[in-house]
């Protein structure tokens, strides 16, 4: 075990009846990191991200969150998570849209970063009081970055982020994730981006068969590092067709 590790999780497995998903994962995510995870579909790097964020119980192993087990409401409130879908409310506006989680957030006894200078990070503030509704999918999300922020959170788990981004978009974001790392946050980037990946990683991991397959780690000569990503990559199957549950 990883004493360092702001998340560790030990032999872990998932199973939905006869299939099974994950057989005995192991990985560790410290604080001042960003990992990606790549993996063919279906991999399960959906049903992992769901257990790290305690929306689903594995069916065997450990899962340590700052050296706890639980996921009750304290622990929820250290970490965000963005989906590949943005889960906004279409009739509010962006601003209303943080407005609304940051009351949630204020209920249950929590902070909420400025809501401007939020969106201004993420580059929607000429876009405060238009309805949420009216964005591009690049842009909502960015407003699904931006109401993950609120909460400072010190592990933030992204399910393609990069998905419908133009290159500024891309590169604000590259740019957002790193001062994210720089100030101690520790992040892990599920992607089919390698060009994102190489561009903000520190490691990158392959999930293969229900485990980590193979890692790549950000070495001095960062020259090396696309190339052995792409190697990395070059070992999924071009197509996987057992689907996760």
Do not use: W
């Not at 991999?43 to 192993?61: E, F, H």
């Not at 050296?67 to 506006?93: C, I, K, M, N, W």
């Not at 609304?100 to 969106?119: I, V």
């Not at 090396?224 to 067709?241: D, I, K, Q, S, Y």
Request: hydrophobic letters at 45%; charged letters at 25%; a neutral charge.
């Amino acid at each position: 075990m990883d004493a360092t590790a702001l998340l560790s999780l030990r032999d872990i497995s998932k199973h939905f009846g006869r299939l099974s998903v994950l057989r005995g994962l192991d990985l560790d995510l410290r604080g001042g990191e960003i990992v990606g995870l790549i993996g063919a579909n279906g991999a399960g790097k959906s049903t992992l991200l769901s257990i790290i964020a305690g929306l689903m119980p594995p069916s065997r192993g450990q899962r340590l969150f700052a050296g706890s087990e639980g996921v009750g409401r304290d622990e929820r409130a250290r970490f965000a998570v963005v989906s590949h879908t943005a889960q906004t409310y279409p009739r509010l506006t962006a601003l209303e849209n943080l407005e609304l989680f940051a009351k949630l957030r204020a209920q249950a006894g929590c902070h909420s970063e400025p809501l401007l200078p939020t969106l201004d990070k993420l580059g929607l503030g000429y876009a405060a009081d238009r309805q949420a509704g009216t964005f591009s999918r690049g842009m909502l999300q960015r407003l699904a970055l931006a109401r993950a922020l609120l909460g400072k959170p010190e592990m933030l788990l992204l399910d393609e982020p990069f998905t419908a981004l133009d290159r500024p978009g891309r590169t604000l974001l590259a740019s957002v994730l790193a001062e994210e790392r720089d100030r101690g946050a520790a992040i892990l980037l599920i992607s089919h981006d390698l060009e994102a990946l190489v561009s903000v990683a520190d490691r990158v991991v392959l999930l293969e068969q229900g485990v980590i397959a193979g890692a790549v780690p950000r070495a001095p000569d960062n020259d090396t590092f696309g190339p052995r990503v792409r190697e990395l990559a070059g070992r999924m199957p071009a197509v996987r067709v057992e689907a996760e549950a």
